[in-house]
């Protein structure tokens, strides 16, 4: 069973920069498509950016040229690089791992790590 820990949230002022990191462990991440998200208080969750397997990026149009998904296959690690960071940036950002296994997609979900953007 999957199971993801994300680290790296904080609180930084804006324009400031952060890594969140997002650690894999009773799989290998090599053959899931990988997404973070982030849920702002009183709004849905949303995708911020995700990559596939084959190493392909997609960033919703709100964080583009400011934030770079990557994953370390070695590591076994994801991680999401923020930069020009603002207040509306603000939320729980979350990792997802997504695979599609015996006719069926299967999602697993970290516990969420708390980013604040504030001066």
């Known amino acids: 069973q999957l199971q993801l820990v994300e680290s790296g949230g904080g609180l930084v002022q804006p324009g400031g920069s952060l890594s969140l990191s997002c650690a894999a462990s009773?799989?290998?991440?090599?053959?899931?498509?990988i997404g973070w998200f982030r849920q702002a208080p009183g709004k849905e969750r949303e995708l911020v950016a995700s990559?596939?397997?084959?190493?392909?990026?997609n960033y919703t149009n709100s964080v583009k040229g400011r934030f770079t998904i990557s994953r370390d296959n070695a590591k076994n690690t994801v991680y999401l690089q923020m930069g020009s960071l603002q207040p509306g940036d603000t939320a729980v950002y979350y990792c997802?791992?997504?695979?599609?296994?015996?006719?069926?997609?299967?999602?697993?979900w970290g516990q969420g790590t708390q980013v604040t953007v504030s001066s």
């Open positions: 997802n791992a997504k695979i599609f296994y015996r006719l069926s997609w299967r999602d697993f």
């Open positions: 009773g799989d290998t991440l090599d053959y899931y498509g």
């Open positions: 990559i596939t397997n084959g190493g392909s990026t």
